[in-house]
């Protein structure tokens, strides 16, 4: 069974600086990864997506993410974070198979001080 | 409107009471999907519609019942449920059962 793991429970940056969110998964092949957001009261919103191709993805508003095939990583970025970007952030996996179901990490709480 | 939405966004009720939580998806999607989220933990599946076909979470309790009358519409009916299922509930659709799926704001309840 796959699973989701978000090391980091809460993180706090200053406006301006870069953001680097990590998500390790399990599973014994590659899987779809996903990034998503989550603000206040809010449903979860997504930023981007890896099914295959180049290792480096590119989403909305300014973050990207690269597969490491290696270290099981689906890390998220962002090089200059504005106070919008204060939310929870989703890391999840879903397998390549009939029996399909989207694991979801814990999240990451994500403070944004000015 | 466009993208998922859901009715009511913020529910009380209490134990012995039965209401309904309703999500609507404008996407043309095919497949439909209701979450559990509660603090601090993992977003948990509770139900999947694809079509004709419904995919169940079977550690869901029975007073949760899920309905899908077409695939645009999926409700959870609530009936006797305890203080511990207070939860953001989520709905999601996606354009086939192993799309991007794509949430709706959600509905807080909060079972007295």
């Known amino acids: 069974a796959q699973s989701v793991t978000q090391p980091d429970i809460h993180i706090t940056v200053s406006e301006g600086a870069s953001l680097e969110l990590r998500c390790n998964y399990s599973?014994?092949?590659?899987?779809?990864l996903f990034w998503y957001v989550q603000s206040p009261g809010q449903g979860l919103q997504l930023l981007l997506k890896?099914?295959?191709?180049?290792?480096l993805v590119q989403g909305i508003k300014g973050f990207e993410a690269e597969f490491k095939r290696s270290q099981s990583s689906f890390n998220l970025r962002k090089p200059s974070v504005h106070w919008s970007d204060a939310a929870e952030y989703f890391c999840?996996?879903?397998?390549?198979?009939?029996?399909?179901?989207?694991?979801f990490g814990a999240g990451t709480t994500v403070t944004v001080r000015a | 409107e466009t993208g998922v939405t859901q009715t009511p966004r913020h529910l009380v009720m209490g134990m012995t009471n039965k209401k309904s939580l309703k999500c609507e998806q404008h996407?043309?999607?095919?497949?439909m999907y209701w979450y559990k989220q509660s603090a601090k933990k993992p977003l948990e599946l509770m139900f999947v519609?694809?079509?004709?076909?419904?995919?169940e979470n079977n550690s869901v309790p029975s007073r949760f019942s899920p309905e899908c009358p077409n695939s645009s519409h999926l409700f959870l009916h609530l009936h006797t449920l305890q203080p511990e299922d207070s939860a953001l509930y989520l709905c999601?659709?996606?354009?086939?059962?192993?799309?991007?799926?794509?949430f709706g704001p959600g509905t807080r309840l909060t079972v007295l």
């Open positions: 999601a659709s996606s354009q086939a059962y192993r799309d991007t799926q794509y």
């Open positions: 599973y014994g092949a590659t899987p779809y």
């Open positions: 519609y694809s079509l004709e076909e419904r995919v």
């Open positions: 890896y099914f295959s191709g180049d290792t």
């Open positions: 999840a996996v879903g397998p390549r198979s009939n029996d399909y179901k989207l694991s």
């Open positions: 996407l043309g999607h095919n497949a």
